[in-house]
């Protein structure tokens, strides 16, 4: 298994709150994902990286920020939780090479609950 | 844009075979994509085909790839009970980095 660990895995927060969730990479690959996963929905891209400090948004960005100062680390912060961010959370990586396949190697996920 | 649609539920005795179809807006594909997930994991590519095969087949694994109606389908042949989880079909375009996922389908296989 790729060697992607997120955390927390579970954590439960109250509306307005502030959370940081943390995902971490041994595979030193180029690229970070965070997605979340939520019922009818699949799987739908917040943010990536494609690079130390060089972040781009997806299609569902809106009350979230990332941050990435370091190869491995890539951080995703609610600035001010709210119930419709309850959700779960995966971090996926891949080493995107021009006109190769993009094999994402996914995290566990983090179960994101906002009261 | 982009769009990725698939069925939601789809259920078959253990032997039978699977199909789990797909379809995709973008005709700019370059390659698109199975991921198989288990309960409580994260996703898990399956298997994959480039925009300009028809068919690709890995042991149980069928891909068919009908690109005039951007139909993409997944035959399992020989289901078993382990193979019960949900399936995401994913598309990804030059000019993007990252994936578009479908909406998954939950394979239930019934003993």
């Known amino acids: 298994d790729a060697g992607i660990t997120q955390s927390p895995r579970h954590k439960v927060t109250e509306t307005g709150t502030p959370v940081t969730l943390r995902c971490h990479q041994t595979?030193?690959?180029?690229?970070m994902y965070w997605y979340r996963q939520d019922p009818g929905h699949g799987l739908r891209l917040i943010h990536y990286?494609?690079?130390?400090?060089?972040?781009d948004k997806g299609e569902v960005s809106d009350g979230y920020s990332v941050s990435r100062s370091k190869t491995e680390d890539f951080l995703l912060t609610l600035e001010s939780a709210t119930s419709s961010q309850t959700s779960v959370y995966f971090c996926?990586?891949?080493?995107?090479?021009?006109?190769?396949?993009?094999?994402?190697?996914f995290g566990p996920g983090t179960r994101l609950t906002v009261l | 844009g982009e769009d990725v649609e698939q069925s939601l539920f789809l259920s078959v005795r253990e032997g039978d075979s699977s199909v789990i179809n797909c379809t995709y807006t973008?005709?700019?594909?370059?390659?698109l994509y199975w991921y198989k997930q288990e309960p409580g994991a994260g996703l898990q590519l399956l298997t994959y085909?480039?925009?300009?095969?028809d068919m690709k087949q890995d042991q149980r694994l069928t891909v068919l790839l009908n690109k005039k109606d951007k139909h993409l389908s997944l035959r399992i042949a020989d289901t078993q009970t382990g193979d019960s989880a949900i399936y995401f079909c994913?598309?990804?375009?030059?000019?993007?980095?990252?994936?578009?996922f479908g909406s998954g389908t939950r394979l239930q296989v019934q003993p």
């Open positions: 996926a990586i891949s080493e995107l090479q021009r006109g190769r396949y993009n094999e994402q190697f």
């Open positions: 595979e030193n690959h180029r690229y």
């Open positions: 990286s494609y690079g130390v400090k060089d972040t």
């Open positions: 973008d005709s700019s594909s370059t390659y």
């Open positions: 085909i480039f925009s300009n095969m």
């Open positions: 994913a598309e990804s375009i030059r000019s993007r980095r990252a994936l578009t």
